[in-house]
């Protein structure tokens, strides 16, 4: 069965700071991993995704992620936020054995950049 | 930029009345899928849907649900008599392929609630 876990319900960083948000999963097989965010009243808009490759990924906005298969993990960068980040950030997993392709979601993690 | 619409954002109705929550896909893509999310709780999925026929559905899709791609630009997600407990936001997705990398755009949603 698969599964993600997103460790902290919140994060909190000043503007202009690194941040990252934390992702681990399981999974069968060879993963497939991605990032997605929501703002208020809004759907989730695609930031990146791991497929293969190599392990840092680049993504909209400045974001990229980190793919560390030895620690299952798929946690979410930036060098520097901004206010504007702040956001319900959600990681996905889907399992290359997963043949109705849908993701199985994490809790998501509440990111508030302060100004 | 093609986006994924849902009508409409807002939904209120009374327990045991049937609903029905419209999605319009990204015009090329072939694969649709719907998802809920409980305020406060994870995004879960609902099904998947291709080639006229559902790919796969969880355990939450009972016989009160059913999907259906009336004409070549609607998804539809229709609850036959609402219960408490289907109050949630509703998110329609759409994928142009059916591979385990592929991205799902997700719409805005409809949030749900019934009385």
């Known amino acids: 069965a698969q599964s993600v876990a997103q460790p902290e319900d919140q994060v909190n960083v000043a503007e202009g700071n690194p941040l990252t948000v934390k992702c681990t999963y399981s999974v069968s097989g060879n993963p497939y991993l991605f990032w997605y965010v929501q703002y208020p009243n809004r759907g989730l808009q695609f930031l990146l995704k791991y497929i293969t490759g190599d392990n840092l990924v680049k993504g909209s906005y400045g974001f990229e992620a980190e793919f560390n298969k030895s620690q299952t993990s798929f946690h979410l960068k930036k060098p520097s936020a901004l206010v504007s980040d702040s956001a319900l950030y959600f990681c996905a997993v889907r399992g290359e054995d997963n043949y109705g392709q849908n993701f199985v979601f994490g809790p998501g993690t509440r990111l508030s950049v302060l100004p | 930029e093609p986006e994924v619409t849902q009508t409409p954002s807002h939904q209120v109705t009374q327990m045991g009345q049937e609903v029905i929550l419209r999605c319009v896909p990204i015009s090329n893509h072939l694969y649709f899928y719907w998802y809920r999310q409980i305020l406060g709780q994870k995004v879960e999925f609902l099904v998947s849907?291709?080639?006229?026929?559902?790919?796969?559905k969880s355990e939450i899709f009972d016989d009160q649900f059913s999907v259906e791609r009336p004409d070549g630009s609607n998804f539809t997600l229709k609850i036959r008599s609402t219960k408490l407990e289907d109050s949630a936001m509703y998110f329609c997705?759409?994928?142009?392929?059916?591979?385990?990398?592929?991205?799902?755009?997700f719409g805005p949603g409809t949030r749900l609630l019934v009385l």
């Open positions: 849907f291709y080639n006229n026929e559902i790919s796969e």
């Open positions: 997705a759409s994928s142009g392929a059916l591979t385990s990398g592929e991205t799902q755009y």
